[in-house]
């Protein structure tokens, strides 16, 4: 799996849309860029992945850049609930261990 | 659906003692993964099994950790003797993937270990 890079915080106010960059510049053609976050004293919980196009789901938006060094997650409306340490994946198909890495801590604030 | 099942939620033991945590994976699910996390090495992967079947157990720390998967609705990991430094938060998870496609992973709420 490539090796990926987060900043190790972040905070977001309340209602504003979180951006949460990720760098993996070493990323090779078949690999995945999968998002998972973990709120305090729970199991992982998969957000969103993408291979090269942008993304959209219920939770989050994935844009990942046209040469696939980094990508940013986006979560539009940030709420109380979405205070979480964000893990940045990049995995290749076919492979099943998941190297989940330090994160980012967002914290969203009142 | 009742997502991953894990049990106990929390354990805690004394050293040398055996620990058995159970999981029941989603149902459908053909892919079952055993996580350990610390405060110092994070998430780490232990062991998986497709099909029922280990497929990679290279995580597994020591001898002292076995897991097995009887039934693809059931699997276990014991630690025989448990230590202080097995202390941690163990979390099961399963996927509907297979050997040739990478799939999302559903995360059990863990149990939380302490060995004395």
């Known amino acids: 799996d490539a090796k990926t890079t987060q900043p190790p915080s972040m905070d977001c106010a309340e209602g504003r849309a979180a951006n949460l960059p990720c760098n993996h510049s070493t990323i090779s053609g078949n690999e995945y860029v999968y998002w998972y976050r973990q709120i305090h004293s729970q199991g992982p919980q998969y957000i969103i992945h993408g291979l090269k196009n942008n993304e959209t789901n219920e939770m989050a938006s994935l844009i990942i850049t046209e040469d696939r060094k980094s990508s940013t997650l986006i979560l539009p409306h940030a709420t109380l609930r979405d205070t979480a340490v964000y893990y940045c994946i990049a995995t290749q198909t076919g492979a099943n261990n998941l190297f989940f890495g330090t994160g980012t801590r967002l914290t969203v604030i009142p | 659906d009742a997502g991953v099942i894990q049990s106990p939620r929390h354990e805690v033991t004394e050293m040398g003692q055996e620990v058995t945590l159970r999981c029941k994976p989603i149902s459908g699910h053909n892919s079952l993964f055993w996580y350990r996390q610390t405060m110092m090495r994070g998430l780490e992967l232990l062991i998986y099994f497709n099909n029922n079947v280990p497929i990679d157990d290279s995580g597994m720390p020591e001898d002292r950790f076995s897991a097995k998967m009887p039934n693809a609705s059931f699997s276990t990991l014991k630690i025989q003797p448990s230590e202080p430094r097995d202390s941690a938060v163990y979390f099961c998870?399963?996927?509907?993937?297979?050997?040739?496609?990478?799939?999302?992973?559903?995360f059990g709420p863990g149990t939380r270990l302490t060995v004395l």
């Open positions: 998870a399963s996927s509907q993937g297979h050997l040739a496609l990478r799939d999302t992973q559903y």
